[in-house]
Each structure stands twice: as C-alpha cells, then as structure tokens.
C-alpha cells in the first residue's frame, strides 16, 4: 500500500497478488516433479528387467517315479569292424575277361545259401554255404567228403538232395535246378555230363552275409583263382570270399559281404570280468549322447597286453546299431543292464540330508506354506536318481521341491 497525496491510503493489486502467483508456481513445479519422478520409478529399461528376472527365485518342483534304480558295472571300449570278405570272380570259359553283366542284390541285403548274387559275362554266380570249401571240379561218378559237403550245402539251398558222398544222378538234378533260378543252363550242359564249375560259386563260412558293397554292370573285374583265368583251369577254383591278389587287370572285386557285423569290444578286469558273462545285456553309450544296447557275446582269454593292460576282452554284439555315434574306432561305454524290482525314486537334486537323515520336501497345496519335510529309507543312488523305502507319505506322482 502507498498514501496518496490527500492522505488516502491505496492498495495496488499487482503488490497484494504476487504472493498468490508465486504460490501456484511453486505447487505447479513440486507437482511436476513428483510426477516425474513417480513415472521414472514406474518406468524401467530393458537391462533393468533383465537384471531383476536373473535374480528372481524360481520354484522347481519334480515329481517321484516309480523306477529301478542301481549300481551298473562299467567298462571302456570301441566300436571294431566286422569281419568282411571280397569276392573275386573268375572268368567264365567262355569269355576273355570277366565283367559284370547283372547284379542281382544290393548292399544291405542279406544273402544266403542258393541265392544268386550278380552274372560275370553272362553267367550266373550262386551262393553256397560251406565250412569247408570245395577244392575242385566236380563231375558225375566223383566221391569224396567234399563232394558230402556240396550235397549238404545244396540241400541248405533248398535243393532235393540227399548227402549220398557221390555225384549221382539226384545230385545232377538238384544243380539243375540251382541254374534254374538263374534261367540259366549248368556247366556240362542238363543231361548226363551236368558238373559244378566252382568259378561260379560263392562259398560263405556260415549261414549267410550283408553286402557291403557289389560292382555295378560294366564293370571289369579283377580276375581272383589259380591261372589268373588265362585257361579253362580257372574255374576249377571258386569264387570264394576270400582275399586274393588280382592277377589280370585292374579292375574291382566282384563284391564284399560283411559274415560278422561291426561290433564293441572292451577290456575288463579279473575283478570286473565276472559282471559281464556271455549272454549278459548291456547299455552301450556312444558319442554324442548316442545309446543302444548289446550282449555280451563272447569273453577273450587272458592276456596282458601292454596297450591295454591285463585282462579280458569283452566282445558285444549290437542289437541294433544306430546310425550316429558309434563310428568304427570311436569310444564307446558298456555298462551292464540294471536288475531289481521299480521302487518309489527322487532325483538326487531333490533330496536333503541333515544330522545323518535323508529328507524331501512336498510341495503341498502351492497358495499355502510348505507342509513338513518327510524323512525317508535311501536305498541306492544311480545316473542322478536316489531310491527310497515306499511310503503313504510319498505315493508315485508326488510333487517334492528342490532346495535352493
């Protein structure tokens, strides 16, 4: 307020309001920075959100399972290839060289006695089983102990023959029909001269054989078999599965049959070698990850073998070999199969011990407070799971937590 000059007193508004506009600004700017504030705490970036969630504790919860749970005996190993056999062919008599004209299998097929594998410039190739191979020609009238053994692989093919030690008659007529699954006449021709040309067999060890790999038509074979196929004595030597050099060209076997399957083969213990008898089932673990199972086929004798120290060879058979993880050469784990009766089991991250107890923790009803821990019976702790005595408490299916 300011006097005036007769005295009066005067209040000038823009003095008196000023107080008042101060007052609204200074709320105006507190409530925007409460504002800002409030939004800045709400507000969070994505570094912020990560880091929050890292340290967020998870709840997790298993469940028991009724399964076998035990000890295994384990021994180290790898895979080994099977046993495989090329196939030489001899030329025909009546060829100049031997060059595969058809091709009757495939690889992966198993062949066995009379079936016929593949025609060599125009004549068929059978095969035969034989654990002893026949060592020459044989004609009508011819005797001998080779000539039981060709009787009985003959009748292993299928054929009517009896093993009489003699090419008889009946004999001729079972040769017959082994060339006529061929369309094709025998050596000798079909009456009384009908022989066996042994260049036109292929003799297995045993019952049969897996093709590895066979020649493709066209193609011009190494010549196996004694002369090399430079005469007519050529086929009087089989074409047997059996490694010979080539003696003409440079041409390829005829085939490879694989008589015995890639196997494992692990070194045991005296102490350890009585878990694995033959006949025992076992859990192979490959590369990878890679599982299959096996049996025990066959224990070597003791040897001390300085690659692998003393001990036993234990020899698996796959029951069926995967396609991954177990490469010829490759390690391989062979544990024994588990035994025993399923029991009530809790993975071992899931078990307490305390003052010599063993306990879990149920999960119970998720809104309410954890009920009390159970104490329970170990029995045998395996591959990450530990059994325990059944039960009411912990039926099959129960929920139990897993300690922080």
């Known amino acids: 307020m300011e006097a005036e000059p007769d005295g009066d ?32 705490r709400s507000l969070q970036t994505p570094e912020s959100v990560a880091v929050d969630a890292s340290t967020t504790v998870v709840p997790v ?83 001998g102990e080779d000539v039981t053994r060709f009787q009985q692989a003959l009748a292993e093919a299928g054929l009517d023959v009896v093993d009489s030690g003699v090419i008889d008659a009946q004999t001729q007529r079972a040769i017959r029909d082994l060339y006529h699954r061929a369309d094709a006449e025998p050596p000798g021709g079909i009456g009384p001269g009908t022989s066996v040309d042994l260049g036109e067999l ?42 010979v050099e080539p003696s003409v060209g440079t041409g390829q076997a005829l085939a490879e049959l694989r008589t015995a399957p890639d196997a494992v083969r692990a070194r045991a213990t005296v102490i350890s070698v009585d878990e694995f008898t033959v006949g025992t089932a076992v859990t192979l ?19 001390t073998d300085s690659s692998s120290g003393a001990g036993y060879d234990v020899n698996v058979a796959f029951s069926q070999r995967p396609d991954q993880g177990f490469a010829i050469g490759r390690p391989v784990t062979v544990a024994t199969g588990r035994t025993g009766e399923p029991v009530p089991a809790v993975p071992l991250v899931a078990v307490l011990q305390e003052d010599g107890k063993t306990f879990v923790q149920p999960t119970g009803d998720p809104s309410a407070t954890l009920p009390p821990r159970i104490e329970i019976g170990l029995r045998a702790q395996a591959d990450g799971w530990a059994s325990f005595d059944p039960t009411e408490a912990l039926p099959v299916g129960t929920m139990v937590r897993v300690p922080r």
């Open 202 to 243: 292929v003799i297995l060890p045993g019952p049969s054989a897996i093709v590895a790999s066979v020649a493709a038509v066209g193609t011009v074979l190494s010549e196996g078999g004694s002369g090399g196929g430079s005469s007519p004595a050529s086929s009087s030597s089989p074409a047997t599965a059996a490694p």
């Open 285 to 303: 673990m490959g590369e990878a990850g890679a599982s299959a199972t096996g049996t025990v086929s066959s224990i070597g004798a003791f040897s």
């Open 9 to 40: 007193v005067v209040a000038r508004p823009g003095l008196i309001a000023r107080p008042a506009v101060i007052g609204v600004f200074v709320a105006v700017v507190l409530l925007a920075a409460g504002s800002a504030f409030w939004w800045g």
């Open 61 to 143: 919860d298993v469940a028991i399972e009724s399964r076998v749970v035990a000890e295994s005996a384990r021994l180290q190993g790898e895979v080994v290839a099977g046993t495989t056999l090329p196939v030489e062919a001899v030329r025909p008599r009546s060829a100049s060289r031997a060059v595969v004209t058809a091709v009757h299998v495939e690889v992966g097929q198993e062949v066995g006695a009379g079936m016929l594998l593949a025609e060599v410039s125009d004549r068929p190739v059978f095969v035969l089983s034989m654990d002893v191979p026949p060592y020459r020609a044989l004609a009508a009238g011819d005797t």
